[in-house]
């Protein structure tokens, strides 16, 4: 359990000496928490305190941390090659890598795989092949959306003005258009199709007015919004959405980095809603959280860029893929997919038994061991984010990493191994500490300024 008085000896000591070194941007500051180890669902600070992770490394270890198998494809990979850039050459390791990501893409269309460093990239990288295979120059994304920190993914995001200010101007050509997050819209009332169409009318105003349809190269989508919230949007919604694609010449591209690799109980967040896109981009999971990413895409779309267009000397690195080959190994033969969708289940249960019975508890949403619990101003409804951040300060004092985002959302995304006992015990420690907050026995000086997103 975490120390609770003080911060510990060797913690201050190292968030010290990474203060006065460390560029303020590559941080978002929360507790001060130093992982010396971690295993499965478990993380240990230096201090030899133990927590409940349910953060997953921002869901980059989707099978656990230091899975025994996956550390044992890097220690063997990297008694054989550590580094050979696909640039040039071939290795065996990335043969598969690509082999294996194109048969589990979702649909059966052929496909083929690029690989980059970060999911950054790869979505630099569905800019670059969507405008290459239509000739068209525009991106059409979504507010609230979060595609990474390269300026052509930052350009697709829209989540922050910390990822604009000071930056600008941005990559040129790229829209925004509305999230479909019912709850916030105040649509609840309206049929799937009146909410549909409730969404889709800001598209359409824009395409009949100053952006049009047949000059859009692509619509990039989260599947499952995750950091604004992680919002589902309506089956309806996605399938009016990709017809508009289909009837205007528009590719549909899907951000898989936070809701693949089995977050959702299937491999991609996009097969819940049984669409097959044209480009897909993965990341963080892909390789237990090494460097690796990945566009996948449909043949056609990614013939249509030639050398050396998308390269990057450490892509495909030879240690990167066989993590990734033994991390889908290891979701395949533990039977993951199912046990990460019938654990989100009983854990979304239980978060709707803590709304029933908490206030402060807004609502819960998601699918898989991927759910957003909202923290409100019972009085108003509203979010309220200080009540939030006291969930998660008091949480961490109990022993269980949790974090908050859009403002007051607890963002549960724990390892797909998590144990049934890990699960309990977190979610008893966020009934329990939802409840002192709820009852104001949590003071707001449990969270020092500036902290969170």
């Known amino acids: 359990m975490a120390e609770t008085s003080e911060t510990p000896a060797r913690t201050q000591d190292y968030v010290e000496r990474d203060r006065a070194c460390m560029g303020p941007t590559a941080r978002i500051p929360y507790y001060d928490l130093v992982v010396d180890h971690a295993r499965g669902a478990l993380l240990y600070d ?90 068209r120059p525009y991106v059409v994304s979504f ?30 050509g790229i829209y925004h258009i509305p999230y479909p997050d019912v709850q916030r819209a105040g649509v609840g009332h309206l049929s799937e199709q009146e909410q549909a169409e409730f969404f889709l009318r800001p598209l359409r105003e824009m395409c009949e007015t ?14 499952i919004a995750g950091d604004a919230g992680i919002i589902v949007p309506p089956q309806a919604y996605v399938d009016a959405l990709t017809a508009f694609c289909r009837e205007n010449g528009i590719l549909f591209a899907v951000d898989e980095i936070n809701q693949g690799m089995g977050r959702t109980g ?36 990614m013939d249509s860029l030639s050398f050396p267009a998308h390269i990057f000397t450490t892509s495909g690195n030879p240690v990167c893929c066989a993590a990734a080959l033994a991390t889908i190994d290891v979701i395949e033969r533990e039977g993951l997919l199912a046990r990460g969708a019938e654990l989100g289940a009983y854990a979304k249960e239980r978060f709707e038994d803590m709304a029933a019975r908490h206030a402060i508890v807004g609502g819960v949403h998601g ?8 923290i409100v101003d019972p009085a108003t409804g509203e979010k309220c984010a200080l009540d939030a951040l006291k969930v998660v300060y008091r949480a961490f004092e109990e022993g269980v990493v949790i974090i908050c985002m859009a403002e007051s959302v607890l963002r549960f995304q724990p390892p797909l191994v998590i144990e049934r006992e890990q699960l309990d015990r977190a979610l008893d420690v966020l009934d329990r500490v939802i409840g002192e907050v709820e009852a104001g026995l949590v003071p707001d000086s449990i969270v020092p300024e500036g902290k969170g997103w």
């Not at 390269?150 to 990559?171: D, Q």
């Not at 991609?268 to 996948?296: R, T």
């Not at 699918?367 to 909202?374: E, F, K, P, Y």
């Open 46 to 135: 230096v201090d030899g305190n133990e927590y409940i992770d349910l953060l997953a490394a921002a869901t980059s270890a989707n099978v656990g941390h230091s899975h025994p198998a996956v550390v044992e494809a890097i220690c063997g990979q990297a008694q054989k090659v550590i580094q050979c850039s696909p640039a040039y050459f071939y290795h065996a390791p990335e043969v598969e890598l690509v082999e294996k990501l194109a048969a589990i893409a979702p649909g059966d269309t052929p496909k083929k795989v690029v690989f980059g460093t970060s999911g950054s990239d790869a979505n630099d990288a569905i800019i670059k092949f969507a405008r290459a295979y239509t000739g």
């Open 143 to 172: 507010q609230g959306a979060y595609h990474g920190s390269t300026y052509g993914s930052m350009t697709l995001s829209a989540l922050s003005l910390g990822m604009r200010r000071k930056m600008g101007p941005m990559l040129p």
């Open 210 to 223: 100053y952006l049009p349809a047949d000059e859009i190269a692509c619509i990039v989508m989260e599947p």
């Open 266 to 301: 299937k491999w991609w967040g996009i097969e819940q809603f049984g669409v097959e896109p044209d480009l897909m981009s993965v990341g963080k999971s892909l390789a237990s959280g090494l460097p690796l990413s990945a566009i996948v895409g449909k043949a056609d779309i």
């Open 367 to 374: 699918i898989g061991l991927n759910l957003g619990i909202d």
